[in-house]
T-cell receptor, first 111, second 112 residues
Framework: DAGVIQSPRHEVTEMGQEVTLRCKPISGHNSLFWYRQTMMRGLELLIY????????DSGMPEDRFSAKMPNASFSTLKIQPSEPRDSAVYFCASSYWDGYTFGSGTRLTVV | QKEVEQNSGPLSVPEGAIASLNCTYSDRGSQSFFWYRQYSGKSPELIMS??SNGDKEDGRFTAQLNKASQYVSLLIRDSQPSDSATYLC????????????WGAGTKLIIKP
């Protein structure tokens, strides 16, 4: 198994632009999580899906953030418009029962 | 607010010694406990899971759980420089098998 695959690995964008992060979970995993990690705040859960359905999006910072999971093998996290304070590493993780497998992350820099 | 507490460190341990990492949690309903290792610039990697009181050993790693004291620890025997990383403790949210509550991590430095 190739593990959880995220793209892009790095993204540099200007403030106000739309950013889309992508994730392919491990086949057979029924839960998918989007996390954000910064030095100041550590790992923060943004949203989690179970069987493609959003279960908890209380961690999504504001309306600028949205996430979709149209099928079991693909999810996106979109930020529109992006702001410098959104700069962080964004991780996608998937799980079947408990214990997560993380993707390599997307390092987002908004200038 | 359900929390997981870890000493942020850094914890400095000589090569070959035992490194002891500790974690306390507040949710008495938690049943699943995990240790993740995160190298600088990399993603967290699951190294140990434990579900029952007592010790669980896997190679040089031993996880210890005490639910009465709401305490979980990770021991690393014969520490190697390659063990230098941040270790994250994670505990399942008592109402869910899927959601984890994360500690801030302990930075471990193994000195040659």
């Amino acid at each position: 198994d190739a593990g959880v695959i995220q793209s892009p690995r790095h993204e540099v964008t200007e403030m106000g632009q739309e950013v889309t992060l992508r994730c392919k979970p491990i086949s057979g995993h029924n839960s998918l999580f989007w996390y954000r990690q910064t030095m100041m705040r550590g790992l923060e859960l943004l949203i989690y899906f179970n069987n493609n359905v959003p279960i908890d999006d209380s961690g999504m910072p504001e309306d600028r953030f949205s996430a979709k999971m149209p099928n079991a093998s693909f999810s996106t996290l979109k930020i529109q418009p992006s702001e410098p304070r959104d700069s962080a590493v964004y991780f996608c993780a998937s799980s079947y029962w408990d214990g997560y497998t993380f993707g390599s992350g997307t390092r987002l820099t908004v200038v | 607010q359900k929390e997981v507490e870890q000493n942020s460190g850094p914890l400095s341990v000589p090569e070959g010694a035992i490194a002891s990492l500790n974690c306390t949690y507040s949710d008495r309903g938690s049943q699943s406990f995990f240790w993740y290792r995160q190298y600088s610039g990399k993603s967290p990697e699951l190294i140990m899971s434990i579900y029952s009181n007592g010790d669980k050993e896997d190679g040089r790693f031993t996880a210890q759980l005490n639910k009465a004291s709401q305490y979980v620890s990770l021991l690393i025997r014969d520490s190697q420089p390659s063990d230098s990383a941040t270790y994250l403790c994670a505990v399942n949210h008592g109402d869910s098998n899927y959601q984890l509550i994360w500690g801030a991590g302990t930075k471990l430095i193994i000195k040659p």
